[in-house]
């Protein structure tokens, strides 16, 4: 049985552990907030074993064996560093870093203190996407073509010094779900030879929808982000022979088409849970191996993608941090 300790207990969290319990082999073992009374609600509503007022003291807790980290992206690099420094196991929530250089310093901290890193990337591991991944590997469709991904929602009546908002928090659709789109590119196409983007600002600084084109030697991938209204979410992989098409709402979809020949077949692929239940699974399969990267989303993957939003930050000018 893996103990685990959840360190931030916003929404994210209460679905998370939600499907940490469907995991036979994992325990919700400790929880931790700046707030002791928030800590003991979310520990005495989930069944948590121990709570604690501060991340520090989760992280002292021997009995915690891997940590998930679900605070706001600009403190993700440093409570992912606090767990590795203090021995545990850690998944951490997308984006695992603000930039490249806390990416990179991340991942060789991780490496240099024998514990395992994962950039808690759950659409990684949906099982429509394993499947489309290994029927392109198949050349089921042939060639991709082009990519179609897209990931909005209607947030602008939110409190502007929310998570979402807030530059100073990470805040913009870009780090937030335009991650999603530019992993999906990535995953099926690779690394891009050129990117064009364009981007709308608050004025407070935050940018709140982005375009992206990703060129390929021979494909194309047509991606966006936003806040400002909501986007069909759902994405389309045009190859030379066939089209996949994965259901609304894509990053966490339960199932797809697949169109050939003037012939669509759907495939019912469900999660187990919401779907959070196969990444924290692969998480096990590796420390059961005792493997510092998940093979699926290894240490590189997370580095190429943080290069990726960290080239269109810069072609958008979008504030560096």
């Not at 009995?63 to 560093?81: D, G, L, Q, R």
């Not at 375009?211 to 759902?234: D, N, Q, R």
Request: proline share 4%.
């Amino acid at each position: 049985m893996t103990q685990w300790g959840i360190i931030g207990l916003g929404n994210i969290a209460h679905h998370f552990v939600k499907d940490l319990a469907l995991v036979a082999e994992a325990k919700l073992y400790g929880v931790a907030s700046r707030s002791e009374e928030k800590a003991r609600d979310f520990a005495v509503e989930h069944g948590a074993q121990a709570y604690f007022g501060s991340y520090e003291a989760l992280l002292e807790d021997p009995e915690v064996k891997v940590v998930y980290i679900a605070t706001p992206h600009t403190s993700h690099h440093k409570w992912s560093m606090a767990a590795i420094r203090a021995g545990k196991h850690v998944l951490c929530e997308k984006p695992l870093g603000m930039n490249l250089a806390e990416v990179l310093e991340m991942t060789q901290f991780a490496q240099e203190n024998n514990v395992f890193l994962m950039e808690a990337l759950w659409t990684r591991f949906n099982p429509s996407i394993q499947e489309i991944v290994a029927k392109i590997k198949q050349n089921q469709i042939g060639k991709i073509q082009y990519l179609q991904a897209d990931f909005g929602f209607y947030a602008m009546d939110r409190d502007p010094l929310s998570r979402v908002l807030n530059p100073l928090l990470g805040g913009g659709s870009l780090l937030d779900i335009g991650i999603y789109p530019i992993f999906l590119s990535y995953l099926l196409l690779g690394m891009p030879k050129n990117i064009l983007a364009s981007a709308t600002y608050s004025p407070q600084g935050t940018e709140l929808q982005t375009a992206m084109i990703f060129e390929y030697e021979k494909a194309k991938a047509v991606l966006y982000s936003g806040f400002t209204s909501k986007s069909s979410m759902v994405a389309q992989i045009s190859g030379s022979e066939g089209l996949i098409s994965i259901e609304s709402r894509w990053h966490e979809t339960q199932g797809y088409q697949l169109e050939k020949e003037g012939e669509v077949q759907s495939f019912s692929k469900p999660t187990t849970g919401r779907g959070y239940a196969h990444e924290i699974h692969a998480v096990h399969e590796a420390l059961n191996t005792g493997q510092l990267e998940q093979p699926q989303w290894t240490h590189k993957n997370s580095c190429d993608l943080v290069r990726l939003l960290d080239q269109v930050q810069k072609i958008t000018k979008t504030p560096l941090h």
